[in-house]
T-cell receptor, first 113, second 110 residues
């Protein structure tokens, strides 16, 4: 069955370190998205991609970057982790037809000390 | 302000109906969605409704859409303990992005 996976599921890091969160989908979807979830804010879009070599900034992109070298993967990098980036991060993907439904990964809980 | 707004908490007795409400701002939204998030998990799509529909029913779930008032609701009949979760309302944009509400935490009490 097609799926979307994230790794690691939990990560503790220190302020100033570079961190990369992985997202891998086997739906063969063109669209991929990264969100962060914080209490009272719901899901906020960090970056998104519509295909290989395409990346776009979302509403809370400062301090984050993504790259899309193939269809399946959209890694999220925190260049220099800050305590304000402590959050739960979700990756999602969607196709280009039908209801635009997004399929979500299980999430990565990141703690920046 | 937020594009999509929903109340933060709902407490309901087991066996009763739950109604979760949502308001959105973009009248051009093509689809509106309800997602469910259980503790420690990602979001799962519960149901969606196309913008030219008023109502959609799927087993215990009923979605009502009032496009004039930009109001969406989700009714869960015969609420069970397994329905305890966070429910997110979302609206679609033409560019495949979704805009989510803050989520409603539903607690089912015995």
């Amino acid at each position: 069955d097609a799926e979307i996976t994230q790794s690691p599921r939990h990560k503790i890091t220190e302020t100033g370190r570079q961190v990369t969160l992985a997202c891998h989908q086997t739906w063969n979807h063109n669209n991929m998205f990264w969100y962060r979830q914080d209490l009272g804010h719901g899901l906020r879009l960090i970056h998104y991609s519509y295909g290989v070599q395409d990346t776009n900034k979302g509403e809370v992109s400062d301090g984050y970057s993504v790259s899309r070298s193939n269809t399946e993967d959209l890694p999220l990098t925190l260049e220099s982790a800050a305590s304000s980036q402590t959050s739960v991060y979700f990756c999602a993907s969607s196709g280009t037809s039908g209801s635009n439904e997004q399929f979500f990964g299980p999430g990565t809980r990141l703690t920046v000390l | 302000g937020e594009d999509v707004e929903q109340s933060l908490f709902l407490s309901v007795r087991e066996g009763d109906s739950s109604v979760i409400n949502c308001t959105y701002t973009d009248s051009s939204s093509t689809y509106l969605y309800w997602y469910k998030q259980e503790p420690g998990a990602g979001l799962q799509l519960l149901t969606y409704i196309f913008s030219n529909m008023d109502m959609k029913q799927d087993q215990r779930l009923t979605v009502l859409l009032n496009k004039k008032d930009k109001h969406l609701s989700l009714r869960i009949a015969d609420t069970q303990t397994g329905d305890s979760a966070i429910y997110f309302c979302a609206e679609s944009k033409d560019d495949y992005k979704l805009s989510f509400g803050a989520g409603t935490t539903v607690t089912v009490r015995a």
